[in-house]
């Protein structure tokens, strides 16, 4: 079985953020967790109050307790209230200009409905193993961009290989993580280092593309509806497969499918698991300023 490639102490570092936030969200969102102290819930995670508060402000961008004021509230729905986006207005109000997280991958071309149909048969893709800010990250790419990431801290590492290998089961998969290593390190959080902008090749059907680029439009801390992404691809009634497009996203993370919500303020689904989505919105809220 296919494991992730060994942690640098970078890597190790960004690993620990990613099991301590997922600890202290689950616990902070518990019903018997959402008034627990400073003093509590380090205790829980096994650290000083002065070392949790540390760790967790500098990974989330906030304090715990003012990410207990979003649970209390309803993460998603606060989101839903405060930074709900009409994506047919998104650059017109400047939304998708310079303070979006993503935009080094606006460069981006798809395959043609006839390449998609024959499966990758003809295309070589390259892959390997990461450290995320959201655990162990396969990413996967051609010689044009990346054509996958997905997580593996919720679902383990074989089934994650096994799902995106899935989608393209007449290509040729070769491991190469040091080739995708700049493309992966931009992706993120390190593109400040002079990498150069990581491309995107986006596989699927003409449908999926549609639901993914409007995706794309979705500015870093802010959210949409399922709804809103129908009516803005131009099928308003068609909630229900846009949702599996959305699901079906091939590219987490950098087409943020974890921007989409329920008009109720749900999470609804996430195909890597809802504790990897919770910890995405949650991780660029807070630094939004939400």
Not at 132 to 154: D, R
Not at 227 to 242: D, F, L, Q, S, Y
Request: net charge neutral.
């Amino acid at each position: 079985m296919p494991m992730p490639m060994s942690k640098t102490g970078s890597d190790a570092e960004k690993s620990y953020y990613w099991q301590l936030m997922r600890r202290a969200i689950e616990r902070l969102d518990a019903e018997d967790g959402r008034d627990l102290t400073l003093e509590g819930i380090a205790a829980e995670m096994n650290l000083s109050p002065a070392h949790f508060q540390r760790m967790f402000s500098r990974w989330a961008g906030i304090s715990p307790k003012r990410f207990q004021q979003f649970l209390r509230l309803g993460h998603a729905k606060a989101l839903l209230a405060e930074r709900f986006t009409t994506l047919d207005t998104a650059a017109e109000t400047g939304l998708s200009g310079g303070g979006r997280l993503h935009d080094l991958f606006v460069r981006w071309e798809a395959m043609s409905p006839g390449e998609y149909a024959r499966a990758g048969e003809g295309l070589t893709i390259f892959w390997g193993w990461f450290e995320s800010p959201f655990g162990p990250a396969l990413v996967m790419a051609t010689s044009k961009g990346i054509c996958g990431i997905g997580f593996a801290a919720e679902t383990g590492a074989e089934a994650t290989m096994e799902d995106l290998r899935g989608r393209w089961p007449k290509a040729d998969f070769v491991e190469d993580p040091m080739r995708l290593r700049p493309w992966a390190l931009a992706a993120f959080g390190a593109a400040d280092d002079g990498l150069d902008p990581a491309p995107l090749f986006l596989i699927g059907a003409p449908f999926q593309i549609k639901v993914w680029e409007a995706l794309l439009a979705i500015p870093t801390g802010h959210v949409t509806t399922y709804g809103e992404i129908a009516a803005h691809i131009g099928a308003p009634k068609a909630v229900r497969a846009v949702g599996t497009a959305v699901g079906r996203n091939p590219v987490s993370w950098l087409i943020p499918c974890h921007r989409a919500l329920r008009k109720t303020g749900g999470l609804g689904g996430y195909h890597w698991g809802l504790p990897v989505k919770r910890a995405m919105l949650a991780h660029e809220a807070a630094r939004t300023g939400l």
